[in-house]
């Protein structure tokens, strides 16, 4: 898992791309990755957005996911994601549709743990959401 905090990006695709390409620094996709997500947010909208504060982008294995991993990026200052306030980016990359699940249903259980999530939206510490996550 690959953790960043940034204080303040200009909107939802810089945030992206900062997930995307740590993501690809490290070889979990290739650069045609960050096109497929935001044609699929150009297609059907912030449905990334899955909870309030969160999103989680991703696109398909054949877009460019090499390795499965997760890329969360925590933004001091929200930003509008299509009309929605975002502070947490949850960017996954999946090889394959049960590798997919299981990434989805970790993210899932931290979202849904009320005290893990406010821990990382009022962390400023990597090492700290790393371990909450």
């Known amino acids: 898992m690959i953790v960043k905090i940034k204080d303040k990006v200009k909107d939802y695709k810089e945030a ?4 995307c390409d740590s993501l690809e620094e490290k070889g979990y996709i290739k650069k045609s990755y960050f096109d497929a997500i935001i044609s699929k ?3 059907f909208g ?10 989680m982008p991703h696109a398909r294995p054949e877009d460019g996911a090499i390795k499965t991993e997760l890329c969360v990026l ?3 200052e929200p930003v509008d994601f ?3 306030e975002v502070s947490l980016f949850m960017t996954l ?5 049960s590798s997919h699940l299981k990434l989805m249903q ?3 259980g931290v979202c849904m743990n009320e005290d ?15 371990e909450v996550m």
């Open 116 to 130: 893990k999530l406010n821990k990382i939206l009022n962390s400023n510490n990597e090492e700290e959401i790393m």
């Open 16 to 19: 992206i791309k900062i997930s």
């Open 106 to 108: 970790s993210v899932a």
């Open 82 to 84: 299509l009309g929605k």
């Open 46 to 55: 912030p449905y990334f957005c899955i909870a309030p504060k969160i999103a």
């Open 93 to 97: 990359s999946a090889t394959d549709n």
């Open 41 to 43: 947010i150009e297609e």
């Open 74 to 76: 925590k933004l001091n």
